[in-house]
């Protein structure tokens, strides 16, 4: 197992981070008229607890102080990723351990490679990130998936667990180092297979809950302490390896298609009672067999029953088409 000591030495190295070349940081009241800057106060001022139990006022002040400017540090040389809250989380960890010069280095790199998708003008890559949840939970447990996607819980239990690394979940400071050794000699979608082994290990405690949104959200949303996470990361490695993302992309542009295509009947739908006032029939033969009572169930009956249905789906086209705007005209 690392310690502190070790990962001083080698988090550096896995981003690719000389600790002998870094630049010395700017006081805070050069970076204090950033735009940035009261919000990122705000979020290092409720951070108290990610510090060591303990520690002195002055110096917990002190780190404080360093943490800001670590963060508008990164902000100010990369103007086109966007703060967002959570950040501090990562940064604190980093600052904690290598300090403040090599965690800003280290923290540039991770913000241009590993969370850039989380630093875009709005959530949307994130939230598609996100979507590889429930593909990977379906391909080990569909029943599991079935239940959670019933419950329409959705994903925003784990949108923290993504942003932070499980910094802001988490009160182990042991538990989150040891989640941060993990993600960063892996691959940038690590946190994700962590999430879904997660969710997988808790299916007795999911199954035991009502099957609604605000149980489940309720269950998802809070990490017990006593996780195990060397077992889960094994099983998140096994997860990578069997299922790639790659494979895993394919399933939620098969999820995405599915939905816009649930949009779009659910749009039709709306359209067709703000003209008619109701919901739209279902098809049924007993409507055939009221034009068509006298026709026997051979293989031209069923022509000619195919040619009637698509012949009144026509007519029923062109009358919506040329009739209806004429008659809303009037």
Known sequence: MFTDDLRRKIWPLLVGVDPQQ??????????????????????????LKR?????????????????????LRVIIKYPHLKYYQGYHDVAITFLLVVGEEVAFHVMEILSTNHLVECMQETMEPTQRRLMFIYPLVRRE??????????????????????????????????????????????DFLLPIYVTSAIVIYRQNEIFQEDCDMAS????????????????????AENLYRKYPPRV?????????????????????????????????????????????????LSRRSVFVTTAFSILVGFCAYYYRAHYIPLAAVR
């Not at 800057?37 to 409720?46: A, P």
């Not at 400071?173 to 993600?183: I, K, N, Q, T």
């Not at 060397?230 to 099983?235: H, M, V």
């Not at 098969?254 to 659910?266: C, D, F």
Request: proline residues 8%; aromatic residues 12%.
């Open 22 to 47: 870094v630049d010395p940081a700017p006081s805070l009241e050069q970076l204090n008229n950033h735009p940035e800057y009261n919000q990122v106060v705000l979020d290092v001022n409720r951070s």
């Open 141 to 186: 447990n569909a029943a599991l998936c079935s239940y959670l996607e019933r419950s329409t819980v959705g994903t925003l239990f784990a949108l923290p667990w993504y942003l932070t690394w499980f910094g802001h979940s988490l009160n182990s400071y042991r538990s989150v180092v040891r989640l941060y050794d993990y993600f960063l000699a892996s």
């Open 51 to 71: 510090f060591p139990p303990g520690i002195p006022y002055e110096q917990r002040v002190a780190l404080q102080d360093q943490l800001t400017v670590l963060i």
């Open 248 to 296: 895993i992309e394919k399933d939620v542009e098969t999820m995405i298609a599915k939905e816009k295509q649930q949009r779009l009947n659910e749009e039709r739908e709306r359209e067709y009672r703000k003209l008619y006032g109701k919901k739209p029939p279902p098809v049924s033969n007993s409507i055939i067999s009221r034009f068509l009572p006298h026709l026997q």
């Open 216 to 235: 489940l959200h309720c269950l998802l949303s809070q990490l017990p302490e006593d996780l195990p996470f060397e077992y889960l990361l094994k099983s």
